[in-house]
Protein backbone atom coordinates (compact mmCIF):
# COMPACT_ATOMS: atom_id res chain seq x y z
CA UNK A 1 0.00 0.00 0.00
CA UNK A 2 1.48 3.73 -1.01
CA UNK A 3 -1.21 5.50 -0.70
CA UNK A 4 -4.37 5.99 1.69
CA UNK A 5 -7.31 8.20 2.39
CA UNK A 6 -9.41 8.02 5.31
CA UNK A 7 -11.99 10.22 7.45
CA UNK A 8 -10.64 11.46 10.79
CA UNK A 9 -13.85 12.17 13.29
CA UNK A 10 -13.99 15.24 15.13
CA UNK A 11 -14.50 14.56 19.12
CA UNK A 12 -16.15 15.52 22.00
CA UNK A 13 -13.88 15.76 25.41
CA UNK A 14 -14.14 16.91 28.49
CA UNK A 15 -17.98 15.25 29.06
CA UNK A 16 -19.48 16.89 31.57
CA UNK A 17 -18.57 15.77 35.21
CA UNK A 18 -16.29 13.55 33.26
CA UNK A 19 -13.46 16.31 32.89
CA UNK A 20 -9.74 15.10 31.67
CA UNK A 21 -10.97 11.47 31.25
CA UNK A 22 -13.72 10.42 28.85
CA UNK A 23 -13.95 11.80 25.01
CA UNK A 24 -16.34 10.68 22.19
CA UNK A 25 -16.65 10.61 18.77
CA UNK A 26 -19.06 12.44 15.57
CA UNK A 27 -20.06 10.61 12.46
CA UNK A 28 -21.00 13.27 10.41
CA UNK A 29 -18.01 15.53 11.25
CA UNK A 30 -14.14 15.29 10.67
CA UNK A 31 -10.94 15.45 8.60
CA UNK A 32 -10.18 13.92 5.06
CA UNK A 33 -6.87 13.08 4.63
CA UNK A 34 -4.64 11.38 1.97
CA UNK A 35 -1.31 10.28 2.82
CA UNK A 36 1.16 8.65 0.53
CA UNK A 37 4.64 7.32 0.45
CA UNK A 38 7.39 9.55 -0.91
CA UNK A 39 10.92 7.96 -1.78
CA UNK A 40 12.83 10.12 -0.27
CA UNK A 41 13.38 9.94 3.61
CA UNK A 42 11.16 13.08 4.21
CA UNK A 43 7.67 14.61 5.37
CA UNK A 44 5.99 16.97 3.01
CA UNK A 45 2.35 18.58 3.95
CA UNK A 46 -0.26 20.61 1.71
CA UNK A 47 -3.62 22.16 2.03
CA UNK A 48 -6.94 22.06 0.60
CA UNK A 49 -7.63 25.58 -0.30
CA UNK A 50 -9.47 27.49 2.31
CA UNK A 51 -7.01 26.17 5.03
CA UNK A 52 -4.36 27.75 7.22
CA UNK A 53 -1.97 25.76 8.89
CA UNK A 54 1.52 25.82 9.34
CA UNK A 55 3.38 23.10 6.73
CA UNK A 56 6.91 23.21 7.94
CA UNK A 57 6.50 19.35 9.52
CA UNK A 58 7.95 20.00 12.64
CA UNK A 59 4.73 22.91 13.06
CA UNK A 60 2.13 21.06 12.00
CA UNK A 61 0.59 18.22 14.51
CA UNK A 62 0.01 15.93 11.34
CA UNK A 63 3.93 16.14 10.55
CA UNK A 64 5.01 15.66 14.24
CA UNK A 65 3.19 12.35 14.62
CA UNK A 66 4.21 10.83 11.34
CA UNK A 67 8.22 11.54 12.29
CA UNK A 68 7.94 10.46 15.79
CA UNK A 69 6.16 6.72 13.74
CA UNK A 70 9.04 6.70 11.08
CA UNK A 71 11.60 6.94 12.88
CA UNK A 72 10.25 4.57 15.81
CA UNK A 73 9.45 1.87 12.68
CA UNK A 74 13.45 2.94 10.89
CA UNK A 75 11.31 3.08 7.77
CA UNK A 76 12.91 3.79 4.36
CA UNK A 77 10.74 6.14 2.93
CA UNK A 78 8.52 9.35 3.37
CA UNK A 79 5.69 10.41 2.96
CA UNK A 80 3.22 13.64 1.95
CA UNK A 81 0.08 14.35 4.11
CA UNK A 82 -2.71 15.98 2.46
CA UNK A 83 -5.19 17.44 4.53
CA UNK A 84 -8.94 18.56 3.95
CA UNK A 85 -9.61 20.87 7.04
CA UNK A 86 -12.76 20.32 7.21
CA UNK A 87 -13.02 20.55 11.67
CA UNK A 88 -12.37 24.75 12.56
CA UNK A 89 -9.02 24.89 14.49
CA UNK A 90 -9.71 26.31 18.11
CA UNK A 91 -13.62 25.20 17.70
CA UNK A 92 -13.50 22.56 20.76
CA UNK A 93 -14.27 19.53 19.21
CA UNK A 94 -10.68 18.08 18.64
CA UNK A 95 -9.39 19.90 15.29
CA UNK A 96 -6.07 18.66 16.05
CA UNK A 97 -7.06 15.54 17.40
CA UNK A 98 -8.01 14.60 14.39
CA UNK A 99 -5.05 15.17 11.90
CA UNK A 100 -3.09 13.09 14.75
CA UNK A 101 -5.22 10.85 15.05
CA UNK A 102 -5.77 10.10 11.43
CA UNK A 103 -2.37 10.09 10.22
CA UNK A 104 -1.19 8.02 13.28
CA UNK A 105 -3.93 5.39 11.96
CA UNK A 106 -3.07 6.21 7.90
CA UNK A 107 0.68 5.89 8.39
CA UNK A 108 0.08 2.59 10.61
CA UNK A 109 -1.56 1.07 7.52
CA UNK A 110 1.42 1.88 5.43
CA UNK A 111 4.23 0.54 7.91
CA UNK A 112 2.13 -2.41 7.31
CA UNK A 113 -0.09 -2.41 11.11
CA UNK A 114 2.64 -2.42 13.37
CA UNK A 115 1.23 -0.55 16.09
CA UNK A 116 -1.47 -1.19 18.38
CA UNK A 117 -4.36 0.91 19.35
CA UNK A 118 -2.59 2.27 21.98
CA UNK A 119 0.38 2.74 20.65
CA UNK A 120 -1.37 4.66 18.35
CA UNK A 121 -2.80 6.84 20.78
CA UNK A 122 0.36 7.70 22.38
CA UNK A 123 1.91 8.65 19.05
CA UNK A 124 -1.22 11.26 18.23
CA UNK A 125 -0.84 12.41 22.03
CA UNK A 126 2.47 13.94 20.49
CA UNK A 127 0.46 16.27 18.06
CA UNK A 128 -2.16 17.51 21.13
CA UNK A 129 1.33 18.32 22.88
CA UNK A 130 2.53 20.37 19.80
CA UNK A 131 -1.14 22.27 19.71
CA UNK A 132 -1.53 22.72 23.13
CA UNK A 133 1.21 21.81 25.44
CA UNK A 134 -0.51 19.20 27.22
CA UNK A 135 -0.58 15.22 25.71
CA UNK A 136 -3.52 14.32 26.35
CA UNK A 137 -5.75 11.44 25.28
CA UNK A 138 -9.75 12.16 26.00
CA UNK A 139 -9.60 13.49 21.79
CA UNK A 140 -7.09 11.60 20.21
CA UNK A 141 -8.43 7.71 22.15
CA UNK A 142 -12.07 8.13 20.75
CA UNK A 143 -11.00 9.74 17.43
CA UNK A 144 -8.97 6.17 17.13
CA UNK A 145 -10.84 3.96 18.68
CA UNK A 146 -14.87 5.30 18.16
CA UNK A 147 -17.73 5.17 20.74
CA UNK A 148 -16.92 6.28 23.93
CA UNK A 149 -13.22 6.37 25.25
CA UNK A 150 -12.32 6.66 28.98
CA UNK A 151 -8.18 7.47 29.51
CA UNK A 152 -8.30 5.98 33.02
CA UNK A 153 -4.90 6.93 33.75
CA UNK A 154 -2.22 8.99 31.08
CA UNK A 155 1.25 7.93 33.20
CA UNK A 156 1.03 5.10 32.00
CA UNK A 157 -1.71 4.98 29.58
CA UNK A 158 -4.74 3.17 30.01
CA UNK A 159 -7.56 3.52 27.58
CA UNK A 160 -10.59 1.59 27.97
CA UNK A 161 -13.39 1.90 24.98
CA UNK A 162 -17.06 2.33 25.97
CA UNK A 163 -20.03 1.17 24.44
CA UNK A 164 -22.13 3.92 23.30
CA UNK A 165 -26.08 3.35 23.09
CA UNK A 166 -27.45 3.22 19.73
CA UNK A 167 -29.81 5.99 19.53
CA UNK A 168 -27.43 8.69 21.25
CA UNK A 169 -26.64 11.48 19.26
CA UNK A 170 -24.63 14.76 19.65
CA UNK A 171 -25.69 18.07 18.71
CA UNK A 172 -22.91 20.60 18.94
CA UNK A 173 -22.71 24.51 18.53
CA UNK A 174 -19.53 26.50 17.16
CA UNK A 175 -19.71 29.82 18.15
CA UNK A 176 -16.97 31.13 16.62
CA UNK A 177 -15.10 33.27 18.71
CA UNK A 178 -11.79 32.20 19.94
CA UNK A 179 -11.28 30.62 23.80
CA UNK A 180 -7.40 29.25 23.92
CA UNK A 181 -6.75 26.11 25.49
CA UNK A 182 -4.26 27.51 27.70
CA UNK A 183 -6.33 29.94 29.08
CA UNK A 184 -8.78 28.12 29.71
CA UNK A 185 -7.02 25.93 31.72
CA UNK A 186 -5.36 28.58 33.44
CA UNK A 187 -8.42 29.69 35.05
CA UNK A 188 -9.75 26.64 36.82
CA UNK A 189 -9.06 26.49 40.59
CA UNK A 190 -6.33 23.86 42.07
CA UNK A 191 -8.25 22.83 44.36
CA UNK A 192 -11.84 22.24 45.04
CA UNK A 193 -14.44 21.39 47.93
CA UNK A 194 -14.22 17.03 48.86
CA UNK A 195 -17.97 17.28 48.68
CA UNK A 196 -18.21 18.59 45.64
CA UNK A 197 -15.36 15.84 43.86
CA UNK A 198 -17.42 13.18 46.18
CA UNK A 199 -21.00 14.35 44.04
CA UNK A 200 -18.71 14.68 40.45
CA UNK A 201 -17.48 10.93 41.11
CA UNK A 202 -20.99 9.80 41.55
CA UNK A 203 -22.08 10.81 38.15
CA UNK A 204 -18.96 10.07 36.47
CA UNK A 205 -19.73 6.74 37.94
CA UNK A 206 -23.51 6.97 36.71
CA UNK A 207 -22.92 8.13 33.09
CA UNK A 208 -20.32 5.12 32.78
CA UNK A 209 -23.29 2.96 34.07
CA UNK A 210 -25.64 4.64 32.18
CA UNK A 211 -23.69 3.94 28.77
CA UNK A 212 -23.11 0.24 29.67
CA UNK A 213 -27.10 -0.26 30.73
CA UNK A 214 -28.23 2.10 27.95
CA UNK A 215 -30.26 3.78 30.43
CA UNK A 216 -30.86 7.43 28.79
CA UNK A 217 -32.20 8.72 31.46
CA UNK A 218 -28.95 7.86 33.94
CA UNK A 219 -26.85 9.14 30.41
CA UNK A 220 -29.11 12.62 31.60
CA UNK A 221 -28.71 13.00 34.96
CA UNK A 222 -25.16 12.39 35.29
CA UNK A 223 -24.62 15.03 32.58
CA UNK A 224 -24.07 17.63 35.71
CA UNK A 225 -20.50 19.08 36.69
CA UNK A 226 -20.41 21.59 39.49
CA UNK A 227 -16.68 21.82 38.90
CA UNK A 228 -14.81 23.01 35.93
CA UNK A 229 -18.57 24.36 33.99
CA UNK A 230 -18.98 26.97 36.44
CA UNK A 231 -15.84 27.92 36.11
CA UNK A 232 -14.94 27.86 32.20
CA UNK A 233 -18.37 28.61 30.63
CA UNK A 234 -17.83 32.57 31.87
CA UNK A 235 -15.83 32.34 28.60
CA UNK A 236 -18.60 31.49 26.41
CA UNK A 237 -21.43 33.66 24.96
CA UNK A 238 -24.96 32.78 26.16
CA UNK A 239 -23.93 29.40 27.45
CA UNK A 240 -26.17 29.54 30.52
CA UNK A 241 -29.02 30.46 27.87
CA UNK A 242 -27.85 27.44 25.43
CA UNK A 243 -27.61 24.81 28.01
CA UNK A 244 -31.47 26.25 29.48
CA UNK A 245 -32.75 26.01 25.69
CA UNK A 246 -31.06 22.41 24.50
CA UNK A 247 -33.10 21.25 28.34
CA UNK A 248 -35.98 22.89 27.29
CA UNK A 249 -36.04 21.46 23.98
CA UNK A 250 -35.14 17.73 25.79
CA UNK A 251 -31.66 16.78 25.57
CA UNK A 252 -30.54 14.49 27.95
CA UNK A 253 -27.77 16.62 29.08
CA UNK A 254 -24.55 18.56 27.94
CA UNK A 255 -22.01 21.36 28.60
CA UNK A 256 -18.58 22.59 27.36
CA UNK A 257 -17.40 20.85 24.19
CA UNK A 258 -13.44 20.25 25.35
CA UNK A 259 -12.49 23.43 26.85
CA UNK A 260 -14.85 25.53 24.34
CA UNK A 261 -16.08 27.52 22.71
CA UNK A 262 -18.48 24.36 21.58
CA UNK A 263 -21.14 23.58 23.25
CA UNK A 264 -22.30 20.06 23.06
CA UNK A 265 -25.84 17.93 24.04
CA UNK A 266 -27.20 14.43 23.93
CA UNK A 267 -30.06 13.00 23.18
CA UNK A 268 -31.71 10.21 22.29
CA UNK A 269 -32.89 9.70 19.07
CA UNK A 270 -32.23 11.82 15.65
CA UNK A 271 -35.56 14.06 16.15
CA UNK A 272 -34.78 15.29 19.52
CA UNK A 273 -31.27 16.05 17.99
CA UNK A 274 -32.50 18.05 15.51
CA UNK A 275 -34.63 20.28 18.04
CA UNK A 276 -32.17 20.71 20.06
CA UNK A 277 -30.00 22.46 17.26
CA UNK A 278 -33.30 24.05 16.62
CA UNK A 279 -33.26 24.99 20.13
CA UNK A 280 -29.49 26.40 20.16
CA UNK A 281 -29.75 28.04 16.49
CA UNK A 282 -32.57 30.38 18.16
CA UNK A 283 -30.32 31.11 20.67
CA UNK A 284 -27.57 32.16 18.83
CA UNK A 285 -29.55 33.34 15.39
CA UNK A 286 -30.21 37.27 17.56
CA UNK A 287 -26.52 37.86 17.78
CA UNK A 288 -23.61 39.16 16.21
CA UNK A 289 -21.64 36.00 16.40
CA UNK A 290 -20.51 33.73 13.60
CA UNK A 291 -21.44 29.82 14.80
CA UNK A 292 -21.69 26.53 13.02
CA UNK A 293 -24.08 24.25 14.13
CA UNK A 294 -23.31 19.97 13.52
CA UNK A 295 -25.74 17.18 14.63
CA UNK A 296 -24.35 13.77 14.54
CA UNK A 297 -24.65 10.06 15.68
CA UNK A 298 -21.86 8.48 18.14
CA UNK A 299 -19.51 7.43 15.51
CA UNK A 300 -18.60 3.81 16.75
CA UNK A 301 -15.52 3.16 14.45
CA UNK A 302 -13.32 5.86 14.92
CA UNK A 303 -10.62 7.01 11.82
CA UNK A 304 -11.81 5.01 8.64
CA UNK A 305 -10.16 4.28 5.31
CA UNK A 306 -12.27 6.05 2.31
CA UNK A 307 -12.33 4.20 -0.33
CA UNK B 1 -47.94 -14.00 56.53
CA UNK B 2 -47.27 -13.38 60.62
CA UNK B 3 -43.47 -13.85 60.54
CA UNK B 4 -40.16 -13.65 58.71
CA UNK B 5 -37.05 -14.95 59.02
CA UNK B 6 -34.00 -13.10 57.14
CA UNK B 7 -30.46 -12.97 56.42
CA UNK B 8 -28.60 -8.72 55.82
CA UNK B 9 -25.15 -8.88 54.71
CA UNK B 10 -22.29 -7.73 55.77
CA UNK B 11 -21.33 -4.40 53.23
CA UNK B 12 -18.11 -2.72 52.17
CA UNK B 13 -18.45 0.59 51.40
CA UNK B 14 -15.83 3.24 50.51
CA UNK B 15 -14.73 0.94 47.85
CA UNK B 16 -11.40 2.70 46.96
CA UNK B 17 -11.18 5.29 45.16
CA UNK B 18 -15.02 5.12 45.28
CA UNK B 19 -15.49 6.98 48.29
CA UNK B 20 -18.81 7.88 49.74
CA UNK B 21 -20.71 6.21 46.50
CA UNK B 22 -20.16 2.88 46.01
CA UNK B 23 -20.80 -0.63 48.00
CA UNK B 24 -21.03 -4.08 47.88
CA UNK B 25 -22.69 -6.85 49.74
CA UNK B 26 -20.83 -10.20 51.23
CA UNK B 27 -22.54 -13.96 51.05
CA UNK B 28 -21.28 -15.11 53.97
CA UNK B 29 -21.05 -12.65 56.57
CA UNK B 30 -24.35 -11.03 57.87
CA UNK B 31 -27.08 -11.22 60.70
CA UNK B 32 -30.16 -13.11 60.87
CA UNK B 33 -33.16 -11.58 62.25
CA UNK B 34 -36.60 -12.52 62.97
CA UNK B 35 -39.48 -10.02 62.80
CA UNK B 36 -43.13 -11.08 63.92
CA UNK B 37 -46.54 -9.08 64.30
CA UNK B 38 -47.87 -8.11 67.26
CA UNK B 39 -51.50 -7.73 68.08
CA UNK B 40 -50.56 -4.21 69.86
CA UNK B 41 -49.43 -1.38 68.16
CA UNK B 42 -45.97 -0.98 69.53
CA UNK B 43 -41.84 -2.31 68.97
CA UNK B 44 -40.45 -4.37 71.25
CA UNK B 45 -36.89 -5.55 70.27
CA UNK B 46 -34.63 -8.53 71.63
CA UNK B 47 -31.09 -9.54 71.06
CA UNK B 48 -29.44 -13.48 70.82
CA UNK B 49 -27.30 -13.90 74.06
CA UNK B 50 -23.62 -12.23 73.78
CA UNK B 51 -25.04 -9.16 72.07
CA UNK B 52 -25.26 -5.92 73.51
CA UNK B 53 -27.34 -3.04 71.72
CA UNK B 54 -30.14 -0.65 72.76
CA UNK B 55 -33.00 -2.71 73.68
CA UNK B 56 -35.29 0.72 72.95
CA UNK B 57 -36.75 0.87 69.54
CA UNK B 58 -36.05 4.73 69.62
CA UNK B 59 -32.15 4.21 70.43
CA UNK B 60 -31.91 1.17 68.22
CA UNK B 61 -31.39 1.48 64.52
CA UNK B 62 -33.88 -1.67 63.36
CA UNK B 63 -36.52 0.38 65.93
CA UNK B 64 -36.08 3.17 64.06
CA UNK B 65 -36.62 2.03 60.86
CA UNK B 66 -39.34 -0.10 61.53
CA UNK B 67 -41.20 3.00 63.23
CA UNK B 68 -40.82 4.44 60.03
CA UNK B 69 -42.02 2.61 57.90
CA UNK B 70 -45.22 1.53 60.78
CA UNK B 71 -46.33 5.14 60.93
CA UNK B 72 -46.17 5.34 56.54
CA UNK B 73 -47.75 2.32 56.53
CA UNK B 74 -50.48 3.65 58.93
CA UNK B 75 -50.45 -0.10 60.06
CA UNK B 76 -52.59 -1.36 62.72
CA UNK B 77 -49.97 -3.86 64.03
CA UNK B 78 -46.78 -3.81 66.04
CA UNK B 79 -43.95 -6.04 65.29
CA UNK B 80 -41.43 -7.58 67.90
CA UNK B 81 -37.64 -8.06 66.49
CA UNK B 82 -35.51 -10.61 67.10
CA UNK B 83 -31.61 -9.92 66.06
CA UNK B 84 -28.98 -12.38 66.08
CA UNK B 85 -26.15 -9.58 65.39
CA UNK B 86 -23.33 -11.59 63.89
CA UNK B 87 -21.65 -8.49 62.72
CA UNK B 88 -19.77 -6.65 65.08
CA UNK B 89 -20.70 -3.38 65.82
CA UNK B 90 -18.23 -1.03 64.81
CA UNK B 91 -16.63 -3.41 62.68
CA UNK B 92 -16.78 -1.18 59.31
CA UNK B 93 -18.86 -3.35 57.59
CA UNK B 94 -22.01 -2.26 57.44
CA UNK B 95 -23.38 -3.06 61.01
CA UNK B 96 -25.43 -0.95 61.76
CA UNK B 97 -27.03 -1.15 57.44
CA UNK B 98 -27.39 -4.81 57.81
CA UNK B 99 -29.84 -4.31 60.90
CA UNK B 100 -31.42 -1.45 59.16
CA UNK B 101 -31.89 -2.76 55.44
CA UNK B 102 -32.85 -6.45 57.08
CA UNK B 103 -35.36 -4.80 59.37
CA UNK B 104 -36.98 -2.47 55.73
CA UNK B 105 -37.04 -5.20 53.86
CA UNK B 106 -38.99 -8.02 56.23
CA UNK B 107 -41.49 -5.67 57.80
CA UNK B 108 -42.31 -5.06 53.81
CA UNK B 109 -43.13 -8.51 53.61
CA UNK B 110 -45.08 -7.91 56.84
CA UNK B 111 -46.95 -5.34 55.29
CA UNK B 112 -47.86 -7.01 52.24
CA UNK B 113 -44.58 -5.19 50.39
CA UNK B 114 -46.32 -2.07 49.42
CA UNK B 115 -42.95 -0.63 49.17
CA UNK B 116 -40.57 -0.16 46.50
CA UNK B 117 -36.72 -0.85 46.97
CA UNK B 118 -35.67 2.71 46.64
CA UNK B 119 -38.49 3.35 49.53
CA UNK B 120 -36.83 0.94 51.35
CA UNK B 121 -33.16 2.23 50.78
CA UNK B 122 -34.41 5.59 52.02
CA UNK B 123 -36.34 3.93 55.15
CA UNK B 124 -32.71 1.92 56.06
CA UNK B 125 -30.90 5.22 55.79
CA UNK B 126 -32.74 6.38 58.66
CA UNK B 127 -30.68 3.41 60.77
CA UNK B 128 -27.55 4.79 59.24
CA UNK B 129 -28.68 8.54 60.64
CA UNK B 130 -29.15 7.22 63.90
CA UNK B 131 -26.07 5.13 63.96
CA UNK B 132 -23.72 7.50 62.40
CA UNK B 133 -25.51 11.08 62.32
CA UNK B 134 -25.16 10.98 58.19
CA UNK B 135 -27.57 9.01 56.15
CA UNK B 136 -25.26 7.69 54.28
CA UNK B 137 -26.55 4.95 51.32
CA UNK B 138 -23.86 2.99 50.38
CA UNK B 139 -23.82 0.16 52.94
CA UNK B 140 -27.89 -0.09 52.75
CA UNK B 141 -28.53 -0.25 49.33
CA UNK B 142 -25.97 -2.75 48.20
CA UNK B 143 -27.62 -4.79 51.44
CA UNK B 144 -30.79 -4.50 49.98
CA UNK B 145 -30.18 -4.78 46.33
CA UNK B 146 -27.41 -7.47 46.60
CA UNK B 147 -23.83 -6.88 44.33
CA UNK B 148 -22.27 -3.50 43.85
CA UNK B 149 -24.64 -0.65 44.60
CA UNK B 150 -23.81 2.99 43.25
CA UNK B 151 -25.38 5.84 45.06
CA UNK B 152 -25.10 8.57 42.21
CA UNK B 153 -27.10 11.18 44.58
CA UNK B 154 -28.17 11.31 48.26
CA UNK B 155 -30.45 13.89 47.32
CA UNK B 156 -32.66 13.22 46.08
CA UNK B 157 -32.05 9.19 46.34
CA UNK B 158 -30.47 7.79 42.75
CA UNK B 159 -29.37 4.18 43.47
CA UNK B 160 -27.69 2.10 40.62
CA UNK B 161 -26.97 -1.44 41.00
CA UNK B 162 -24.04 -2.63 38.80
CA UNK B 163 -23.54 -6.65 38.66
CA UNK B 164 -20.65 -7.96 40.15
CA UNK B 165 -18.32 -10.54 37.81
CA UNK B 166 -19.18 -14.14 38.47
CA UNK B 167 -15.24 -14.94 40.30
CA UNK B 168 -15.07 -11.96 42.39
CA UNK B 169 -14.52 -12.86 45.71
CA UNK B 170 -13.71 -10.50 48.96
CA UNK B 171 -11.65 -11.07 51.63
CA UNK B 172 -12.30 -8.53 55.26
CA UNK B 173 -9.70 -8.36 57.98
CA UNK B 174 -11.18 -6.85 60.93
CA UNK B 175 -9.17 -5.58 63.38
CA UNK B 176 -10.71 -5.28 66.80
CA UNK B 177 -9.51 -1.73 67.98
CA UNK B 178 -12.74 1.19 67.43
CA UNK B 179 -12.78 3.82 65.17
CA UNK B 180 -15.74 5.98 65.12
CA UNK B 181 -16.92 6.87 61.94
CA UNK B 182 -17.35 10.51 63.44
CA UNK B 183 -13.56 10.67 63.90
CA UNK B 184 -12.65 9.24 60.34
CA UNK B 185 -14.79 11.60 58.82
CA UNK B 186 -13.84 14.78 61.00
CA UNK B 187 -9.77 13.69 59.62
CA UNK B 188 -10.89 14.31 56.02
CA UNK B 189 -9.41 17.76 54.52
CA UNK B 190 -12.19 19.57 53.23
CA UNK B 191 -10.14 21.00 49.95
CA UNK B 192 -8.56 18.25 47.54
CA UNK B 193 -6.34 19.26 44.78
CA UNK B 194 -8.41 19.12 41.35
CA UNK B 195 -5.50 17.14 39.73
CA UNK B 196 -5.78 14.24 42.51
CA UNK B 197 -9.27 14.48 41.86
CA UNK B 198 -9.14 13.80 37.98
CA UNK B 199 -7.37 10.91 38.75
CA UNK B 200 -9.72 9.38 41.65
CA UNK B 201 -12.95 9.88 38.50
CA UNK B 202 -10.68 8.35 36.03
CA UNK B 203 -10.24 5.50 38.45
CA UNK B 204 -13.66 5.47 39.86
CA UNK B 205 -14.69 5.58 36.34
CA UNK B 206 -12.00 2.50 35.52
CA UNK B 207 -13.92 0.41 38.51
CA UNK B 208 -17.29 0.69 36.98
CA UNK B 209 -16.25 -0.28 33.48
CA UNK B 210 -14.35 -3.05 34.76
CA UNK B 211 -17.23 -4.65 36.88
CA UNK B 212 -19.53 -4.48 33.54
CA UNK B 213 -16.30 -6.12 31.63
CA UNK B 214 -15.33 -8.54 34.04
CA UNK B 215 -12.42 -6.91 33.46
CA UNK B 216 -10.88 -8.50 36.66
CA UNK B 217 -6.90 -6.97 35.55
CA UNK B 218 -9.00 -3.09 35.17
CA UNK B 219 -10.64 -3.22 38.65
CA UNK B 220 -7.65 -3.97 39.65
CA UNK B 221 -5.66 -0.94 38.29
CA UNK B 222 -8.68 1.01 39.84
CA UNK B 223 -8.75 0.25 42.52
CA UNK B 224 -6.33 3.62 43.84
CA UNK B 225 -7.37 5.97 46.46
CA UNK B 226 -5.20 9.21 46.48
CA UNK B 227 -7.47 11.02 48.69
CA UNK B 228 -9.23 9.31 51.24
CA UNK B 229 -7.26 6.64 52.07
CA UNK B 230 -3.65 8.17 53.05
CA UNK B 231 -5.24 10.19 55.59
CA UNK B 232 -7.95 7.65 57.16
CA UNK B 233 -4.83 4.36 56.81
CA UNK B 234 -3.23 5.89 59.84
CA UNK B 235 -5.89 5.37 61.85
CA UNK B 236 -5.50 1.48 61.01
CA UNK B 237 -2.68 -0.18 62.86
CA UNK B 238 -0.14 -1.78 60.20
CA UNK B 239 -2.58 -0.61 56.96
CA UNK B 240 0.24 -0.30 54.94
CA UNK B 241 2.11 -3.86 55.63
CA UNK B 242 -1.73 -5.55 54.98
CA UNK B 243 -1.97 -3.44 51.48
CA UNK B 244 1.61 -4.86 51.02
CA UNK B 245 0.44 -8.72 52.01
CA UNK B 246 -2.70 -8.83 49.70
CA UNK B 247 -1.18 -7.09 46.94
CA UNK B 248 1.85 -9.79 47.22
CA UNK B 249 -0.62 -12.29 47.89
CA UNK B 250 -2.27 -11.40 44.21
CA UNK B 251 -5.30 -9.39 45.50
CA UNK B 252 -6.90 -6.94 42.52
CA UNK B 253 -6.81 -4.54 45.58
CA UNK B 254 -8.04 -3.09 48.11
CA UNK B 255 -8.78 -0.75 50.98
CA UNK B 256 -10.11 0.49 53.90
CA UNK B 257 -13.96 -0.55 54.39
CA UNK B 258 -15.95 1.84 55.37
CA UNK B 259 -14.66 3.98 57.48
CA UNK B 260 -12.49 1.55 58.90
CA UNK B 261 -10.92 -0.47 61.55
CA UNK B 262 -12.20 -3.39 58.73
CA UNK B 263 -9.39 -3.44 55.57
CA UNK B 264 -10.99 -5.11 52.41
CA UNK B 265 -9.36 -7.00 49.63
CA UNK B 266 -10.79 -8.49 46.01
CA UNK B 267 -9.41 -10.87 44.47
CA UNK B 268 -10.65 -13.50 41.30
CA UNK B 269 -11.75 -16.74 42.49
CA UNK B 270 -12.08 -18.31 45.51
CA UNK B 271 -8.28 -19.56 46.17
CA UNK B 272 -6.86 -16.51 45.66
CA UNK B 273 -8.72 -14.71 48.21
CA UNK B 274 -7.79 -17.76 50.83
CA UNK B 275 -4.32 -17.05 49.91
CA UNK B 276 -4.91 -13.52 50.77
CA UNK B 277 -6.32 -14.80 53.71
CA UNK B 278 -3.62 -16.01 54.50
CA UNK B 279 -1.32 -13.63 54.04
CA UNK B 280 -3.27 -10.83 56.16
CA UNK B 281 -2.84 -13.39 59.14
CA UNK B 282 0.13 -13.55 58.78
CA UNK B 283 0.71 -9.51 59.26
CA UNK B 284 -1.90 -9.61 62.16
CA UNK B 285 -0.88 -12.96 63.83
CA UNK B 286 2.16 -11.41 65.17
CA UNK B 287 0.26 -8.04 67.14
CA UNK B 288 -1.52 -8.42 70.58
CA UNK B 289 -4.64 -7.13 68.45
CA UNK B 290 -7.74 -9.29 68.23
CA UNK B 291 -9.15 -9.59 64.59
CA UNK B 292 -11.58 -11.57 62.33
CA UNK B 293 -10.53 -12.59 58.64
CA UNK B 294 -13.88 -12.98 56.34
CA UNK B 295 -13.54 -14.42 53.25
CA UNK B 296 -16.95 -14.11 50.70
CA UNK B 297 -17.97 -13.94 47.28
CA UNK B 298 -19.84 -11.04 46.34
CA UNK B 299 -23.59 -11.54 47.59
CA UNK B 300 -25.85 -11.04 44.10
CA UNK B 301 -29.44 -11.07 46.25
CA UNK B 302 -29.01 -9.13 49.24
CA UNK B 303 -31.53 -9.30 52.37
CA UNK B 304 -32.64 -12.92 51.89
CA UNK B 305 -35.51 -14.65 53.50
CA UNK B 306 -34.27 -17.46 55.10
CA UNK B 307 -37.17 -20.74 55.43
Redesign the interface.
Known sequence: MDKIKIFAPATVANVS??????GFALESVGDEMIISKLAEKKITISLEEGSNLPLAPEKNVAGVVAQAMLDKANANFGIHIHIDKRIKPGSGIGSSAASSAGTAYALNKLLGNIFTDTELIEFAMLGEALASGIPHADNVAPAILGGFA????THPL?V?K?PAPQELYCTVIHPQIEVKTENSRKI????????N?????????????GL??NDYD?IG??LDDK?VEPVRSILIPLFSELKQAFLKAGALGGGISGSGPSVFALSKGKNRAQKVADAMNDVYAKTGVDYDIHLSKINEQGVIELK
Open positions: CAFDILLARSDIILKKNILLKAVSQWGNIAGLIAYRLRSI
